[in-house]
Every structure is written in C-alpha cells, then in structure tokens.
C-alpha cells in the first residue's frame, strides 16, 4: 500500500498492489456466500450447526459481517494489524450473540421457506447496533492506522468515515440493481418460454454467494475509486450545508413559540422525546456537512455559518426539553425498553449539545471544537452500545424490573398492567415475571393477576388466537364498579362471531384489556356491553345480543374521542350518563332515516 503525503489524508492503493487485493477481496466475498449458504442449508434442513443456538448465533453475525471488515481493511491495514482487528472484533461479536441467545429475546428469523416454526437466531436490533458500531469503530481503526498514532487528526477521521459511509451505500445500491437487472433478465427469457433464469435466482445456492460476491465487488471499485467518491462527498455535503439555515431558523421558531401556547400541548403527542431527538440528529448531520473537515474556516458562506452557530447553541435546548419528555414519561408509565435506548440516545445527543454549544460559544475560530467532540462522542457511543447489548443495561431487563415495581407498588393495577410486554418484549426476563405473577397470592387482584399471567403464558405469538383465551372475562374490566356482564356474553364462542375485524383484540387474546359498559343503550330492556380498549390507539365496539342468541358487533365510537385521555378518565370514574337523542328519527316504508344536524357542537377534548 503506498500511502499519500502527510496533507492529505487520501489513502491510495498501489496499481501493482491493487490487483492481487481485488482477488483477495473478491474471493473473501465468495467465500462470505457460501459460509452464509452452509448456515442457510443447516438452518433449513434442522442440521449441526443450526441445532447448537449458542454455537449458530455467533457464526451467523460473524459470517454475516466479518467479511466486510475484512474486505475494507485489505490494502489499508497491515497484515498484522488486520489479523489483530478482526480477532478483536471476532470475540467481541461472539459475546454480544451468546448473550442475544442467553436472552431468549425475540429473533431475526434466517430464511424460513419451509412450513413449520421458524429457527431464531439473532435479533434484529443486536444486528443493526452491530453495523452501526462496527462503522465507527472501522473507521477510528482506519484513521490510526493511517496517521501510524492512536488518536488520529480530524481530517483523516472525516475523510475516511464519509468514504466507508458511501461506500457501503453505493454497494448496497449496486446490489439491488444487480437483483433488478437478473430479474428483468428472467421475465425476458419467459418472454420466449425459457424458464431457467427464473428458476435460478430462486436457489440459495446461488442467490447468497452471487449477492456477497457483488457487494465485496462493488466495496472494491468504489475504494480503488477515491476521486469519484470525494466528488461525491462533496456534492452531498455543499447541498446539505444550505439547508443548515433552513433548520435553524425552523427550530428557533419552534422554541420561541414554545412558551406561549405551553407544554401541554407537547406532551400530549405522546411521542414529543422522539421528535424532538430526531431533529436534534439531524442538527448533527446538518452540522458537520457545514463544519466538513474543519479546514473551511472563512471559507464557508455567511448564512452557512450563522446557521450552524446558532444550530449548535439551539441543541442544548431541543435536547434538554427532549430529556424532560421522557422523564415525564417515564414518571407516569415505568420504563420500557424503547425508553431505555431513547435515554441511550439522549445521553450520546447531550455530548454532542453540550459540546457543540461550547465550540459556539468561542466565537474566534471556525467551531473548532467540533472536531474533538466528535471523536470523543464517537467513542462513548461504541461503550453505551456494548452497554445496551450486554448484561449490564440490558434493556429488556431494566424495563421487566421497573414494570414489577410499580405493580408491587400499587402505582398500576391488574387492569391497567401490561402483560403483553413482559411476554413479548421482556425476553427471558419477561417470562420469568410473569412465571412469578401466576403463583401471586397476596396483594390487591391476585386472582386477577394469576389469571392473566396464566393465559398470557399460553400464547405461542402476538397474534395468536386459537384457544390461548379460555375465559373472556380475564381481559375485561367491568364499568361501573358492581355491574355484571350478562352470562350469555361470556360463555360467547367470539372465533365464531363476526365480522372478525370488528372484534378487539380482548376478545380473541390474552393480556389485551378492554373495559366493558354494560347497560341499555338502545332502550329495549336488554343489556349492550361496549367495550374500550386499554390502548387509546385502538378503537371501540358495541356489542348486542339477537333475538335468537348469539352477540354481534353493532357500533363504536369514533376513535378520536377515545384518544382524548379526559374523557377516557371520566368514563372510567362512571362520569357519564345515557341520554336521549336531541332530533328523533323519520321512519319512511318501515326504515329509519338519522338526521345530520348541522352547526352542531362537536365533541372536544378538555384540558387535563
């Protein structure tokens, strides 16, 4: 490898070299698909390695990433310090995978075709955190080894994370055109009868080694590439930096608004932490395309520059107001895991705020700051990862704990407990709270509670509803208190009702919570029951019985009363009353016709 002057922190690939690293590389990259293809077979075929959990999960993230390490480093790094690098980061993933299986969380399912249950393997979110990390960390590797010194300087970290970042998009994208184009190659040979083609790209044996082959192909002319890819970067960057004053003056706007018209209105989004941390990340991008590698200086456009100086001294805010949304919430429901990687999150965006608003307070240089806060943030972001997949945040057992908690505590009852999430995103935690829960005899609705821990534990899926609801009355809650559902009701066959899609989830499985009205509402001396989901996103039903027997779906209520939390409250504290219509009905040839009113009032969600 020849490396470039000390000014520019290109690395550049012999031409004498380059050749035996493209066959290198691309025989790293056929050897990647058929590792993946022998996984694949096992799995599909029930055989060894797939029936060994412990021993598959840290071959199938190994072979799935490894390789792409490998191809990278190859013609940057020295032989020495490949082996080194993909030693340490074989051990680190086989760590993170024995714990995923450990677990017992929900899994990435890998190719299954046949019928059956399908293998698990890894989940989904230990993938993606892998990638992720291994990105950042790949290219503070890159960066030492290229300035031969532990903390490299910032240019080189710019100019290698940005060409790895496009690299890895433009072969993906390579990819998929690669599947488009064998694709459209099949439909042309149907157009004569030859079938060949398309029965191929339907055999893993060739799909799996042809995809990583392309992808090691494509990684390869993109690095023997570097002036295509610096043009590229460039381009993205300018184009992105002239949005900076767009976001600036939108979220200074939001802020200075902010205060005259309240919180509240904020809070009662649900969701204003993740809104407010995705504009905070995108800040960050916006940032950096305008602070580039910290050379520009005076360089930069003025609006350029006053945007990103003041975007820096406005993230402490977004973030801050982010971080009490959260704590807010977290008060009033526990933690979860979504909560947890959220806090994750928050505490790698208060480095970055923090940090950026310093640098923007120094108004004698170019935001110079930013290029250490960068490099600092990047590795406290590879620790909270490696936190969150171990076992010392994980998040599935963080959340399970806080949950317990506050049902021992008595700050959420029976009907209100989400059982659900301890099966189905507790992982093994999960099971082994509600294991407890089914031998629970003491406390307030301990035979509540064993009961729906009991039939919770019975449900295969999320949306399994053969027979894992023996009892109806489990998932429900009777409004008023001292009102009891008609018999007829509950013995109801409801997998024999329909239409189905007008059912709640509470009627077909366990741990989904309704509460249930019973009273007259139409006036004939029999009992309705409406039933309102515990989930305000969820819609309602009225439920009534025909005069032969059996129940039938017969209305609802609009769905965005039902996510007004004020008059969800007040129904539950019996608040309310049955009342006549305010214009009766025609009644023409024996059919009613409703009247529409108009410049009627309509239903409004009070204050809290």
């Avoid at 973030?319 to 807010?328: E, F, H, K, P, R």
């Avoid at 295969?460 to 809650?477: C, K, P, Q, W, Y």
Wanted: with cysteine; net charge positive.
């Amino acid at each position: 490898m020849q490396q470039a002057p000390t000014g520019n922190p290109t690395v550049l690939l012999d031409p004498v070299v380059a050749p035996r690293i493209a066959v290198t590389r691309l025989l790293a990259g056929l050897l990647q698909g058929l590792l993946l293809y022998w996984l694949y077979s096992a799995a599909q075929d029930k055989a060894w390695p797939a029936t060994q959990p412990y021993l598959l999960a840290p071959l199938m993230l190994i072979g799935l990433l490894l390789p792409v390490l490998l191809v990278s480093s190859l013609g940057h790094l020295s032989l020495r310090r490949i082996g080194v690098w993909m030693a340490g980061v074989a051990l680190v993933l086989t760590a993170l995978a024995l714990h995923d299986v450990a677990r017992g969380a929900e899994h990435f399912i890998w190719g299954n075709y046949k019928p059956g249950a399908p293998l698990r393997v890894i989940s989904i979110q230990l993938f993606g955190c892998c990638v992720a990390g291994l990105y950042i960390a790949h290219a503070l590797v890159l960066a030492s080894a290229q300035d031969q010194r532990r903390l490299a300087s910032y240019p080189t970290y710019f100019e290698i994370a940005w060409k790895l970042g496009i690299q890895l998009l433009f072969s993906l994208l390579f990819v998929a055109v690669l599947v488009l184009v064998l694709w459209l190659g099949g439909q042309l040979f149907l157009l004569i009868k030859l079938n060949f083609l398309k029965k191929l790209l339907v055999q893993p044996w060739f799909v799996i080694p042809v995809l990583c082959f392309a992808f090691s192909f494509a990684i390869h002319i993109t690095d023997v590439r570097p002036s295509i890819v610096r043009g590229i970067r460039t381009l993205l960057l300018v184009l992105l930096s002239w949005l900076m004053p767009i976001a600036a003056v939108l979220v200074a706007s939001f802020l200075l608004t902010l205060p005259f018209i309240g919180f509240e209105r904020l809070w009662a989004t649900r969701h204003a932490a993740s809104v407010l941390l995705g504009m905070a990340g995108l800040l960050v991008v916006l940032i950096n395309a305008a602070f580039q590698n910290g050379e520009a200086g005076l360089g930069v456009a003025r609006g350029i520059r006053f945007g990103t100086r003041l975007s820096c001294l406005l993230l402490p805010w977004l973030v801050g107001i982010a971080i009490y949304a959260l704590t807010l919430r977290v008060m009033a429901h526990g933690w979860t895991a979504e909560r947890l990687i959220a806090a994750a999150c928050l505490l790698v965006a208060s480095c970055y705020a923090t940090g950026y608003a310093w640098a923007a307070s120094r108004y004698g240089d170019w935001l110079n700051w930013i290029a250490n806060v960068n490099v600092g943030t990047a590795f406290i972001t590879l620790l909270v990862m490696a936190a969150l997949f171990s076992p010392v945040m994980d998040p599935a057992r963080l959340s399970v704990a806080s949950q317990m908690a506050r049902l021992d505590s008595g700050k959420v009852g029976a009907d209100k407990f989400d059982f659900e999430y301890l099966r189905f995103q507790g992982a093994r935690y999960g099971q082994a709270a509600l294991q407890e829960l089914t031998m629970r005899n003491t406390g307030p609705d301990a035979a509540v509670i064993r009961a729906r821990a009991t039939a919770m534990l019975m449900r295969e899926n999320r949306f399994d509803e053969t027979g894992a609801l023996s009892d109806v009355a489990i998932n429900l809650t009777v409004r008023p208190a001292g009102v009891t559902l008609p018999q007829s009701f509950l013995q109801q066959d409801w997998s024999q009702a329909g239409p189905g899609w007008r059912l709640p989830a509470c009627l077909k499985r366990a741990g989904q919570q309704c509460d249930a009205y019973a009273m007259d509402f139409d006036g004939d001396g029999r009992q309705e029951v409406l039933l309102i989901s515990s989930d305000p996103r969820a819609s309602s039903v009225l439920l009534a019985e025909k005069e032969e027997g059996g129940w039938y779906a017969r209305g609802q209520i609009p769905t965005e009363i039902l996510r007004c939390r004020p008059l969800r409250d007040k129904l539950q504290a019996g608040q309310f009353a049955l009342v006549p219509p305010k214009v009766q009905e025609l009644e023409v040839d024996g059919q009613r016709v409703p009247m529409s009113l108009y410049n009627e009032q309509q239903v409004s969600c009070p204050e809290p």
